[in-house]
């Protein structure tokens, strides 16, 4: 379904948007250098929680509003969206790439945008929108 070139589209289309490495140099995309979605592929530690459910294909990491939005995602559609313990109390999810739609990619992103965007500059984007 969505690709990494849909990804980085959908990032770099909201406004003061800068694709710049993570800690690993993977992809990660940031508002006023604020990260609101980056590549996470899976660790040792998440291989061995997750045992046979762990998924094999590209995994994107997204910050969401609170943990309270967390939970709704990842009860809301389990074939999409999970988490590992190392992100326990961390309003973040991750994405199975391959399973999300365009649109549902696109909200998403956008959520996690306003989630770590100066409140100003969210304001103007929403008003404009």
Do not use: C, N, Q
């Not at 250098?33 to 998924?55: C, N, Q």
């Not at 309270?68 to 809301?76: H, N, S, V």
Request: hydrophobic share 45%.
């Amino acid at each position: 379904m969505a690709s990494w070139d849909d990804v980085r589209r959908v990032a770099l289309a909201l406004p003061e948007t800068t694709e710049r490495g993570s800690y690993d140099d993977l992809p990660a995309w940031r508002v006023r250098d604020k990260m609101f979605a980056w590549e996470r592929p899976l660790r040792r530690a998440d291989l061995d929680a997750l045992g046979d459910a762990a998924p094999d294909g590209p995994i994107l990491a997204a910050r969401v509003p609170d943990l309270g939005a967390k939970e709704a995602l990842l009860a809301d559609d389990p074939a999409v969206y999970f988490t590992v313990p190392h992100l326990d109390g961390y309003p973040a999810v991750l994405v199975r790439l391959d399973r999300i739609g365009a649109v549902e990619l696109t909200e998403l992103l956008t959520e996690a945008w306003y989630a770590r965007a100066p409140k100003r500059l969210a304001a103007a984007h929403r008003a404009g929108a």
